[in-house]
């Protein structure tokens, strides 16, 4: 966008940056300004900014859709399941609550469940709104000059034992105040948690487990039937998807909520895009799709920071606003880039440290450099033009072989985690003359994809290998303190 002049807002009298509407976006340019946008340390969290930006943008294109996939899971009954394109079952899961609608997702190979609750803005029943006001009036009568604010904030805040509050308090606490969601009801939230089935389907769908590539689950033996609403956060949850209200539009532009998903949030969004697809809903989502992708969106951080939500919003906008293997690309490629500048940054220093381990004898067998009270434990070893580094952390073991180029520099950089005798690529990277880039595959080796496992792999290696660079730095140039305590 260098021809078009960058929207803003105004907060206290500061002029602060918005994003560009999404349709004015090439995803693969925007992305690339995002990962150009040079932070001041490692910037591997930049991958959860753009996806949180992306996952807002898809909550405002599918929400219409979201709704009405689930009314027709609760018409069609808890026996009946709407199906996609790709095996996903989705049934009506009867909940505590008539302003939610839950859905189980399973599939009839894949393991595990999803769990959907489509959380609906609350509406109360005639009765229960005309009491509302009642006591409102009541409230206003004895308290001469309130005004709606002090009323909401007397609800927020009681003081001492007013009587008529605690009775509006029980009122708007009472379940049976509000009717059930019907079609043309705001959504507030969407949440999706993965479940552990154990060892049997779900209506005789599926094979039981847990779902792939998930590592935090809740069992659905605790978890179902949902006898009440958990709030804020709970073990399993992975999607948090939540439109913006209209009252949280400012001038023309949409803001960012301010929930965080878990840590795989696109794989019960990919599957609901496919029921979307599959169902013929898409018609619901295209008009929305044109209307977000016409809108900025305010942004609360600097310069940098908005370039990451310009590529999170552009890369649903080109996928019509779902989420299709296209987004999944695209966060992949990103995170892959944001890994490659990461380890680029300390490159140098390890290239450094491997020799530098194995000259002072931390080469393996008996001993081996601890430092950070045991927490990374090292070695370093230089064979056949390789030079490696090997850390144990508490969350694994990782191993980073950097390939010598012959004339002093790196070719290849590969980083593996050690497991079972096995070694799996968490990251490959080779050497250009713009600098390091990922080699993800598959051309060179396994694929290595955007899943939490391996993100938090290739973190942990550059995260330790990086403290023990500086660590045994700080030993070499002090080496009359190399006998003192460990560090």
Known sequence: ??????????????????????????????????????????HYNDVTTVLGAAIDHAAECMRDAL????????????????RSGTGWSAFWEPGPSGANIDLMLVHAIEPGAWHISVRFAPVMTEEAAAKEVEIEARISAANTGLSPRDLMMARLFPKGDDPLMGELKRLEDDPSSYRPALRGDRISVIYGTALDLGSKGWRGVGPGGKPARVEEFAHARHFLPVKAYAENWWNGIALSMRPVPSYQRHEGMLTHGSDRSGACPQIPLRILSDLIRSTGLTDLVTPRALEVGALP??????????????????????????????????????????AARDVERHLDDWFTLAPGLAAAGYSGGERDFSCNDGRDIARGAVNDGVRSLRTETQNGIYRVDMTEDGDGGVAHVLAVRESGGKDLPVGRFVMTADGLRPDFGPENGPAIEHHIRTVRDLNGAIGSLASVAC?????????SEQDGPEP
Request: aromatic share 8%; net charge negative; proline share 6%.
């Open 297 to 338: 969106w305010i942004s609360f951080g600097d310069e940098r920071h908005v370039h990451l939500e310009d590529a999170g919003h552009a890369m649903v906008h080109a996928s019509d606003g779902m989420w299709d293997q296209t987004v999944d690309d695209r966060l992949t490629a990103f995170w892959a880039g944001i």
């Open 67 to 82: 709704a009405e996939l689930a009314f027709r899971a609760r018409d069609l009954g808890p026996e009946t399941a709407q």
């Open 1 to 42: 966008m260098k021809n078009k002049k960058r929207p803003t807002w105004t907060l206290s009298d500061k002029t602060l940056p918005a994003t560009y509407p999404a349709a004015d976006l090439d995803p693969d340019a925007a992305l690339q300004a995002a990962l150009d946008a040079k932070p001041g340390a490692v």
């Open 471 to 479: 660590v045994f730095a700080d030993e070499v140039r002090c080496p």
